[in-house]
């Protein structure tokens, strides 16, 4: 079984400040890890994903998120936030290889940016 | 780039009635998926279809749901006797096969409510 865990329901960072939004999972191989975005009454949106390699994924919108697999951990930073990345953030996992084509995603953390 | 759309955004019914979701990929994807996604979670898994064939269904996929891609194209989600435990977001998405972690892209979501 994969899983996933995003163990803050909500993040308050400053705008200008650095922002990081904690994910850690749980697969029985090798991961590939996902991020995405969910703005008010709408789908999800891409973010970023670490398929293997470089332990540092850049994505959209200047976010990035780094791979750590001694800590089964994949968390979402930021150097400096905006107003505007206020949203719903989802990571997801799916093995790599010998099992579903579909990733489970986590419960989601709310990102709140303040002026 | 026309992107994942779904139709209707909004449906509210009566329990007990029949509803139909209907979902258009991004054209040159193969796969297509859908989601449920309640209040203060992540999307869950309901099924996933690649070109016409449904290779996977969720356990959370009662014998009240069912989907459909006819063509290989677009695909419809049918709840039939709707009860009100069935009110939630459900999300389509659309991905390319591919050798690697394949990218899904999300819909803006049907939001259901059950009266």
């Known amino acids: 079984a994969q899983s996933v865990a995003q163990p803050e329901d909500q993040v308050n960072v400053a705008e200008g400040n650095p922002l990081t939004v904690k994910c850690t999972y749980s697969?029985?191989?090798?991961?590939?890890l996902f991020w995405y975005v969910q703005y008010p009454n709408r789908g999800l949106q891409f973010l970023l994903k670490?398929?293997?390699?470089?332990?540092l994924v850049k994505g959209s919108y200047g976010f990035e998120a780094e791979f750590n697999k001694s800590q089964t951990s994949f968390h979402l930073k930021k150097p400096s936030a905006l107003v505007s990345d206020s949203a719903l953030y989802f990571c997801?996992?799916?093995?790599?290889?010998?099992?579903?084509?579909?990733?489970?995603f986590g419960r989601g953390t709310s990102l709140i940016v303040h002026p | 780039d026309t992107g994942v759309s779904q139709d209707p955004r909004h449906k509210i019914t009566k329990r007990g009635q029949n509803v139909t979701f209907r979902c258009d990929p991004i054209?040159?994807?193969?796969?297509l998926y859908w989601y449920r996604q309640t209040l203060g979670q992540g999307p869950e898994f309901l099924t996933y279809?690649?070109?016409?064939?449904?290779?996977?269904k969720s356990r959370l996929l009662s014998d009240r749901f069912s989907a459909e891609r006819p063509k290989g194209s677009f695909s419809t989600l049918e709840i039939q006797r709707t009860e009100q435990g069935d009110s939630a977001m459900y999300l389509c998405?659309?991905?390319?096969?591919?050798?690697?972690?394949?990218?899904?892209?999300f819909g803006p979501g049907t939001r259901l409510l059950v009266l």
């Open positions: 997801a996992v799916r093995l790599a290889s010998g099992g579903s084509y579909i990733p489970t």
């Open positions: 998405a659309s991905s390319l096969a591919t050798t690697g972690a394949e990218t899904q892209y």
């Open positions: 279809f690649q070109n016409e064939a449904q290779l996977e």
């Open positions: 670490y398929i293997t390699g470089d332990n």
């Open positions: 054209s040159e994807h193969n796969r």
């Open positions: 697969v029985s191989g090798n991961p590939y």
